[in-house]
């Protein structure tokens, strides 16, 4: 790894505009619109098992301190190796995930023409829109989102931060006391706390990886998954790996509609009341040489309900390189290619979601 510069957003690229699916879906349509139509979906795929479950990380254990401390760590090493998910309890963020709920239920409450004042730009991802839609032909998610770069501070467009009296997501007043800036600061640091264990359980200094994102790009993705008429015809969110290090999933109401790919099935999450969803990234997968492992998931929704969700991926600074970390490849060498972290965002905006094709095209083949 070359060593950190200053973080700095460029001009990455950006996302085609398309209809706004909450629009939509609030005149009861009769038939779906052909390009939200997905014909390859098969319910047999998804899972009937209900034991079937990600695990379970309790970080009040992970204290050194504490009796449970090593069995504890050994279920994190194990969930990050054999699932690439969890669910974290008494992770001690609650307060700030409590009122991040009610903004962002209100946000979506406003009038179309309120919440299309923070409507992304040309060749920009921030804003309420849509993501990754590269071509006019594509097929497309019944979802819609707002995306925030939340951090480094220095790199954010306040344009894009909602300040409608009713949700108070930003008080410009005392911009350290909004919502949305007391959870980006929260779930940050629950993030360093989580990539200082990982590290020590790859037998790394404890700081190896997360020395890698004190300065990080932190971005914030608000979700809202519409209920359809043919929800078993559409998707909310295409099957995909994230390309970031860590992303922290917060469920906002308790309409479930996350899946994960688990021995070539969907497997459904029920979400634990208080919990935050943990998935490891890409970027972590290379990180670590492929001892921990980044896993397809997707969204589905319902015929009659709403579902809404919070995620903040969490990338290192855009200036240092994305490869296996040297300590991790001294045995058997490296099992992914080294490429500037610019370009590899690059790649990420340029394509459509595809399941782990853009890691596969990182990987080398031996």
Known sequence: MEAKVANTRKDLGGSLPVENVQELASNNLKEIPHRYIRPELNPDEVSVDESLQIPVIDMSKLATDHVDYQNEMAELHQA?????????INHGATIAIEKMKVVVEDFFKLPLEQKMIYAQLPNDLEGYGQAFVISEDQKLDWGGLLFLYSLPTSQRNMRFWPNNPKS??????NPSRSTLDEYSTELHKLCLSLFNLMAMNLGLDAKKISSLYEDCVQGIRVNYYPPCLQADKVIGLAPHSDATGL???????EVQGLQIKK????????PIPGAIIINIGDVMEILSNGEYCSIEHRAVVLFQKERLSVAAFHSPN????IGPLPDLVKENGANYK??????FIRLVISRKLDGKSL????KIIK
Do not use: A, Y
């Open 80 to 88: 990050c190796k054999e699932w690439g998910f969890f669910q974290l």
């Open 168 to 173: 108070q997501l930003l008080t410009f007043s």
């Open 247 to 253: 992303t922290l999933l917060v469920q906002v109401n």
């Open 263 to 270: 021995n070539s099935k969907w497997v459904p999450i029920k």
């Open 318 to 321: 855009i200036c240092v390189k």
């Open 338 to 343: 080294t490429l500037r972290h610019e370009d």
């Open 359 to 362: 890691l596969r095209t990182m």
